[in-house]
């Protein structure tokens, strides 16, 4: 899930396997803009779309994403309607945390400490405003 600067809001859908020959390709399978809320729920809906489009249901494994609770919630969602059987312990070992963000995360909190979320949206605020004076007066508060 990502938003754009020009407020689209974008899911993309990459499907990692083993395929034929033994190899691991990665392949991109949908890029859909999400019309509406960012609920978990919202989201559910598109990507058991993309799967159902693909009819891949059965041989949905994994899923890596960012630390979003929204994403519990959808990857909740399609796991239940994909495998019924499948106990809550199960569902939640196939949600995996992607490694990049956590390190983004902590970087960004190391480099802007507490505050590292608000600080962050105030440069996407004056960026998107063409406010440069203010992106450095920022950056020279944190020295």
């Known amino acids: 899930m990502w938003t754009s600067p020009n407020s689209y809001a974008i899911i993309a859908v990459n499907a990692h396997y083993i395929d034929d020959q033994g190899r691991r390709p990665i392949k991109l399978l949908a890029l859909r803009e999400l019309v509406g809320e960012h609920s978990g729920e919202n989201m559910a809906a598109l990507l058991l779309r993309v799967i159902k489009d693909y009819k891949i249901g059965k041989r949905v494994g994994f899923f890596v994403t960012d630390n979003a609770a ?21 569902r939640r070992r196939r949600r995996l945390r992607c490694i990049g963000h956590v ?41």
């Open 70 to 90: 929204s994403n519990d919630v959808c990857i909740e969602i399609v796991l239940r309607r994909l495998y019924p059987a499948m106990t809550k312990e199960q």
């Open 103 to 143: 390190i983004n995360l902590s970087a960004q909190v190391l480099i802007l400490g507490d505050a590292a979320e608000k600080d962050l949206h105030d440069l996407d605020s004056y960026n998107l405003n063409g406010d440069f004076s203010s992106i450095a007066a920022a950056w020279r508060k944190k020295g």
